[in-house]
């Protein structure tokens, strides 16, 4: 069960924490659960809906959602990538061979993109030392009026406690300034608890949907 109002309510908490930045809502994994298509229509003020995959894009998309919508992880091949192309979606780049795809099937128009930087997680993304020429090869396979953006995990951004996450930023914080990007770093717990790491855009999910991202906290 969910409340739509609630989650309307929840996205205008996540904009208040972060006001300097624009909120790409997460409605991955249908919409933790929710129901894509609904949650999506009860969040058509967020600036941004982020996916996992195309495919999820491509259902917001064919059922009439006009927003931007950022795919996290990407394209796999070349029928998903004209799949996203077509249909206007934002894709993030977090491995090389998923440059090497724009860089050899060259769309146009060119899709807006993402760069995924590992700055600690240790998941996903391109470590810090290769990340600046995989961010220019970026900006040249996807030539547009915008510049790729900069995306990046925190690890341990729900313990308030832990430096690591100051440790993060100040890995990847100067980066993104080199390369005047911008820079999208927060989920829920970098958004209601780390200030510095709000950046242009933040990305809640859990806090949208009524739960605390924070550890031993209702
Ligand atoms: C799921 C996800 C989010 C949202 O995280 P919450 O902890 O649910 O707020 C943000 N960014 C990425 C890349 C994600 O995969």
Known sequence: ?????????????????????????????????????????ALRDADALAVARVGEGVQLRDAGSRLRIVVLEGCFDEQELAEATGRELDLVVH?????????????????????????????????????????????????????PGLITHLANADDLADPYTRHQLACFLPLAQRLGAAVSISNSAGLLGWAEAHGDWVRPGLMLYGASPFVGRR
């Open 95 to 147: 491995q090389p061979d998923q440059l090497r795809l724009l860089q050899r099937v060259r769309p146009a128009p060119a899709p807006r993109c993402w760069l995924k930087v590992d700055s600690g997680m240790h998941r996903l993304g391109f470590d810090l030392e290769s990340a600046v020429d995989a961010y220019r090869a970026l900006a040249e396979a996807a030539p547009g009026a915008q510049r």
């Open 1 to 41: 069960v969910i409340d739509l109002d609630a989650l309307r309510h929840n996205l205008a908490r996540a904009r208040a924490a972060a006001p300097y930045s624009r909120v790409m809502a997460a409605v991955k994994a249908n919409a933790y659960g929710h129901g894509l298509l609904r949650v999506a229509a």
